[in-house]
C-alpha cells in the first residue's frame, strides 16, 4: 500500500508536444454544455454556448484520441453556430459537422442518395455528444503565440486512409452499389453444382484486395 506522501508510484507525466500537422486519428467527440438554448433555432438540451462579450454562439468541443500514438490525448475545438458578424463562421461549422457525420457514418461526400441524405439529418446535438469519425490534426497559435493543435476536418470515406484508421466495422459499410461491383469485377467464375461433383477441384483465382477505385 502506497503512502499518501510517496510519489514513486505515481504515473510519469504525459508529452504535451503538439501533435504533428496532418496527422490522422480516429476521435471521440464529446460537447461540453453551455446552457444555451434557442427553440426556434432546434437548439435544446443546453447543448450550445454564447459568449458574453459577442453574442457567437457555438459548440464547446472536446476530442480524445482513441487509437494509434496519440491515444488518450485531447485536443479542444469550437464549431461555430451563429454570429452576428455574418453567416460565414455557422456556414463553417455546418461543413464541419456534415463531414463529421459523413466519416462517423461512412458516407461517400458525393452520396446523395435518400438514405444518405437522411443519414446526415440529427434531431439534437446529442447525436454528436460522443461520436466517433476520423480527423485530420492541425495546429494553430493560441492567445500567447504558442502552438496548439485543433481539429477542423473531417476525413471521409474517399480519402486512402479512412478504412484503416476508422476500422472494419466502419469500413464494412460501403454502399451497395460499391460492393456489388467489386464482387462483379473480382469474384472467380462457379462451377454448377453438377460439374463440382463429376470434376476435381480446382484451385480457385486469388481475389484482389486492392481498394475500390473511389479509395484510391
Given at each position: 500500500?502506497?503512502?499518501?506522501?510517496?510519489?514513486?508510484?505515481?504515473?510519469?507525466?504525459?508529452?504535451?508536444?503538439?501533435?504533428?500537422?496532418?496527422?490522422?486519428?480516429?476521435?471521440?467527440?464529446?460537447?461540453?454544455?453551455?446552457?444555451?438554448?434557442?427553440?426556434?433555432?432546434?437548439?435544446?438540451?443546453?447543448?450550445?454556448?454564447?459568449?458574453?462579450?459577442?453574442?457567437?454562439?457555438?459548440?464547446?468541443?472536446?476530442?480524445?484520441?482513441?487509437?494509434?500514438?496519440?491515444?488518450?490525448?485531447?485536443?479542444?475545438?469550437?464549431?461555430?453556430?451563429?454570429?452576428?458578424?455574418?453567416?460565414?463562421?455557422?456556414?463553417?461549422?455546418?461543413?464541419?459537422?456534415?463531414?463529421?457525420?459523413?466519416?462517423?457514418?461512412?458516407?461517400?461526400?458525393?452520396?446523395?442518395?435518400?438514405?444518405?441524405?437522411?443519414?446526415?439529418?440529427?434531431?439534437?446535438?446529442?447525436?454528436?455528444?460522443?461520436?466517433?469519425?476520423?480527423?485530420?490534426?492541425?495546429?494553430?497559435?493560441?492567445?500567447?503565440?504558442?502552438?496548439?493543435?485543433?481539429?477542423?476536418?473531417?476525413?471521409?470515406?474517399?480519402?486512402?486512409?479512412?478504412?484503416?484508421?476508422?476500422?472494419?466495422?466502419?469500413?464494412?459499410l460501403a454502399t451497395t452499389a460499391e460492393t456489388a461491383q467489386r464482387t462483379q469485377a473480382f469474384s472467380p467464375s462457379v462451377s454448377s453444382p453438377s460439374s463440382a461433383s463429376s470434376a476435381p477441384a480446382q484451385p480457385q483465382?486469388?481475389?484482389?484486395?486492392?481498394?475500390?477505385?473511389?479509395?484510391?
Amino acid at each position: 500500500m502506497n503512502h499518501w506522501n510517496d510519489f514513486n508510484s505515481a504515473d510519469d507525466q504525459n508529452t504535451f508536444d503538439v501533435i504533428p500537422k496532418g496527422t490522422l486519428a480516429k476521435v471521440r467527440m464529446t460537447i461540453r454544455p453551455g446552457g444555451f438554448d434557442d427553440a426556434a433555432q432546434g437548439w435544446n438540451a443546453g447543448y450550445a454556448t454564447q459568449s458574453p462579450t459577442t453574442g457567437a454562439v457555438y459548440l464547446n468541443c472536446e476530442f480524445v484520441v482513441i487509437e494509434g500514438p496519440y491515444a488518450k490525448r485531447k485536443l479542444w475545438s469550437l464549431i461555430g453556430l451563429h454570429s452576428q458578424k455574418g453567416p460565414e463562421w455557422a456556414n463553417m461549422g455546418r461543413t464541419f459537422i456534415k463531414g463529421v457525420l459523413n466519416s462517423a457514418r461512412a458516407l461517400h461526400p458525393q452520396d446523395n442518395s435518400p438514405k444518405a441524405q437522411q443519414a446526415r439529418c440529427i434531431e439534437s446535438f446529442a447525436a454528436l455528444d460522443g461520436i466517433e469519425f476520423v480527423a485530420r490534426i492541425e495546429i494553430e497559435k493560441n492567445l500567447t503565440g504558442e502552438d496548439k493543435n485543433n481539429i477542423k476536418t473531417a476525413v471521409t470515406p474517399d480519402h486512402k486512409d479512412y478504412a484503416a484508421i476508422m476500422g472494419t466495422v466502419s469500413s464494412t459499410l460501403a454502399t451497395t452499389a460499391e460492393t456489388a461491383q467489386r464482387t462483379q469485377a473480382f469474384s472467380p467464375s462457379v462451377s454448377s453444382p453438377s460439374s463440382a461433383s463429376s470434376a476435381p477441384a480446382q484451385p480457385q483465382a486469388k481475389v484482389p484486395t486492392g481498394r475500390p477505385s473511389w479509395a484510391q
